[in-house]
T-cell receptor, first 115, second 115 residues
Framework: AQSVAQPEDQVNVAEGNPLTVKCTYSVSGNPYLFWYVQYPNRGLQFLLKYITGDNLVKGSYGFEAEFNKSQTSFHLKKPSALVSDSALYFC?????????????FGIGTKLQVIP | EAQVTQNPRYLITVTGKKLTVTCSQN?????MSWYRQDPGLGLRQIYYSMNVEVTDKGDVPEGYKVSRKEKRNFPLILESPSPNQTSLYFC??????????????FGSGTQLSVL
């Protein structure tokens, strides 16, 4: 079994400040972890993924995520938030199940960047 | 342009009236999947397909059917819709079905209301 927890329904941050969106996961074996972003009235878009190697993963739009195996966390970060970053963010874990990929999403965190 | 196309974007129907939501991808992807998005529940997988004529149930398959007669198309069928199927639906695809490190490409979504 696998699961993803996003403990915050909403995160508010002032424009220009650093932001963090939290994610913890549970999966057997080595995890493949993803972040997706959903802008209003749009589908989800891929931001970044962790497969193996460097624990700090860099992605689109200046986002990065830090993988922490001991804490089973994969928090999304950005040094300086923009108003245009306001969106819904989903963390996801992926593994093979029955020989095929199985992706489980968190419930999503709404990021509000305040001008 | 590489994309996943869903139609329609919005659909209002009545209980019991059969409907089909279409999904098409132009990237020659093996894997296709349907999700529904509900507030507080995130994205839950309905059905997925590993290739032509190969489909399997996801986490919430009741009340839905799918088919994969061609590689590019993966329609979602609701034979007798009920109000609890009111939701935002997303189709997604990825290149390989047997790899769990592949990112998903999403359609723009279909907002379904069943009265």
């Amino acid at each position: 079994a696998q699961s993803v927890a996003q403990p915050e329904d909403q995160v508010n941050v002032a424009e220009g400040n650093p932001l963090t969106v939290k994610c913890t996961y549970s999966v057997s074996g080595n995890p493949y972890l993803f972040w997706y972003v959903q802008y209003p009235n749009r589908g989800l878009q891929f931001l970044l993924k962790y497969i193996t190697g460097d624990n700090l993963v860099k992605g689109s739009y200046g986002f990065e995520a830090e993988f922490n195996k001991s804490q089973t966390s994969f928090h999304l970060k950005k040094p300086s938030a923009l108003v245009s970053d306001s969106a819904l963010y989903f963390c996801a874990v992926s593994r093979l199940s029955g020989g095929y990929q199985k992706v489980t999403f968190g419930i999503g965190t709404k990021l509000q960047v305040i001008p | 342009e590489a994309q996943v196309t869903q139609n329609p974007r919005y659909l209002i129907t009545v209980t019991g009236k059969k409907l089909t939501v279409t999904c098409s991808q132009n990237m020659n992807h093996e894997y296709m999947s349907w999700y529904r998005q509900d507030p507080g529940l995130g994205l839950r997988q309905i059905y997925y397909s590993m290739n032509v004529e190969v489909t399997d149930k996801g986490d919430v398959p009741e009340g839905y059917k799918v088919s994969r007669k061609e590689k590019r198309n993966f329609p979602l069928i609701l034979e007798s819709p009920s109000p609890n199927q009111t939701s935002l639906y997303f189709c997604a695809s990825s290149l390989y079905a047997q790899a769990s490190n592949e990112k998903l490409f999403f359609g723009s979504g279909t907002q379904l209301s069943v009265l």
